[in-house]
Structure formats: structure tokens, C-alpha cells
């Protein structure tokens, strides 16, 4: 983590100018941009549903389909090495059709995946082909959710910087990992809540209802972000 302090030149690549607004109406009039609504409310359900995966992944491998819970380690470094296999894919297509199209094709795709959630281990297929294809197609959503949200957040910064005068991309950052923050710990109490429902082989009611909220939250995404209009800022 200390390399990017160490190796880039910060003077090169921004120009810093503070900004002279009190703290309450900086984030008044940060809360007031439109298309930054879309994206925080789009960002909160999506980092919520992505907790209910990091928190289910155990129990979707051992209770819904009897797999050993140390799979789960390898089923994580699969993932994360497809993702990033996917980056240049990514950065191809967000280049050639938008970021918009891209991220509401990924919040469509991995509402998909929480719905498979909820079938797992009721399929005529072996346990290891339905979690190793789940973990692979959610391999391509997280790659572009994990680049483009805040490439469009720096794009929604840098657009009201240029409308108002006033640099608030600080700002803009800050609120958005509060509410990172905030989905994620909402995500496991979730999680943790509904597995009163059951958890256990046999009585799996209640991971199977965390597949489906994690389909209803992913679908609040891409509603929600569908209203997002892609404007770039201008080049200066």
C-alpha cells in the first residue's frame, strides 16, 4: 500500500485547490447533485448484496451443497483471478458503449447469480459444477463494479467542480465510503438476521431468502442507477 505514495507524483497528475465552503453546506450541496444520489443509493445496495456473498459463501459451499467449507478459500483466489483477467475486457467495453450500459449489465447479471443462489443444490448437477459456474460468472460483474463506480464518481466530481467553481471531490469520496461502510455492516446483519430462518442441512430456509434479497437489492441497483445520466466533463 505504500508504493503509490512512494512512486506517483501527486503534483503531476492533479491540480489541489481547496475548497472555502463549511463542512454542513459542502455536504449540503454534495447530496444536492442529482446524478450523485443515483449513484450512492445504486453503491449502498450493491455493497450490501456483495456482503451477503463474503458472508454466505461458507455456508452456500457446505450446508446448500455439501461441499468441505475449505473450498472456500480457492473459490475466493478463483474469483478474485478471473476479475482480474476481466479488467481489460472491462475497460474495453466501458470505452466502446459507456460505463452506464456496463454497470446495469452487471447489477442485471449478478442479480441473476443470487437467484441461482437460492436453487443451489436443488439442480441435476454435481455440487462443484454449480459453484464453480456461479463463481465464474460473478467474476465478470465484480471486475466492473470493482473499476467503474469510481471512475464515474471522479467523472461526477470533476462535472460539479466545473458547474459550481467549488472542489468538493474529497467530499464526493468521503460520503460515498460512508455509505460503503454503512451498506456492508447492513449486508451482514441481514445475512445474520435471516439465517434465523434456518442455516443448517436440512433447514437452509433462511440462506436461501439471503439469495433472494440479494436479487431484490441488485435489482434496486440497476432501477435506481438507470436514472444516472452519463455526462463526461469536460477536458481542460
Same mark, same amino acid.
Given at each position: ?39 450512492? /443509493? ?6 450490501? $448484496? !456483495?456482503? =451477503?456473498?463474503?458472508?454466505?459463501? %461458507?455456508?452456500? #459451499?457446505?450446508? *446448500? ?70 463463481? /465464474? ?6 471486475? $466492473? !463494479?470493482? =473499476?467503474?463506480?469510481?471512475?464515474? %464518481?471522479?467523472? #461526477?466530481?470533476? *462535472? ?77
Amino acid at each position: 500500500m505504500m508504493i503509490p505514495v512512494f512512486t506517483i507524483d501527486e503534483k503531476k497528475y492533479s491540480n489541489s485547490k481547496p475548497s472555502h465552503l463549511p463542512l454542513w453546506p459542502a455536504i449540503r450541496r454534495t447530496f444536492s447533485n442529482r446524478n450523485f444520489k443515483y449513484y450512492l /443509493i445504486s453503491d449502498f445496495s450493491y455493497y450490501m $448484496a !456483495l456482503s =451477503i456473498i463474503s458472508s454466505g459463501l %461458507l455456508f452456500f #459451499i457446505s450446508v *446448500l451443497l455439501g461441499l468441505p467449507e475449505s473450498l472456500g478459500g480457492l473459490l475466493m483466489g478463483i474469483m478474485v483471478l478471473v476479475s482480474v483477467m476481466f479488467y481489460p475486457l472491462v475497460n474495453y467495453l466501458s470505452a466502446r458503449f459507456g460505463k452506464k450500459p456496463l454497470v446495469l449489465f452487471s447489477f442485471l447479471l449478478l442479480s441473476l447469480i443470487f437467484v441461482a443462489i437460492y436453487f443451489l443444490g436443488t439442480v441435476p448437477l454435481s455440487p462443484e459444477v454449480q459453484i464453480y459456474t456461479l463463481v /465464474i460468472c460473478a467474476s465478470f460483474p465484480l471486475a $466492473a !463494479l470493482g =473499476i467503474l463506480p469510481n471512475a464515474i %464518481l471522479a467523472e #461526477i466530481a470533476q *462535472l460539479d467542480a466545473q458547474k459550481t467553481g467549488e472542489n468538493r471531490e474529497g467530499m464526493f469520496f468521503a460520503v460515498k465510503y460512508l455509505f460503503v461502510k454503512m451498506g456492508q455492516t447492513l449486508g451482514i446483519a441481514l445475512f445474520a438476521f435471516l439465517t434465523i430462518y434456518g442455516k443448517d442441512p436440512g433447514n437452509d430456509y433462511g440462506l436461501r431468502l439471503n439469495g433472494l434479497c440479494g436479487f431484490v437489492l441488485c435489482l434496486l441497483a440497476l432501477v435506481v442507477f438507470s436514472g444516472f445520466r452519463e455526462n463526461k466533463p469536460l477536458k481542460q
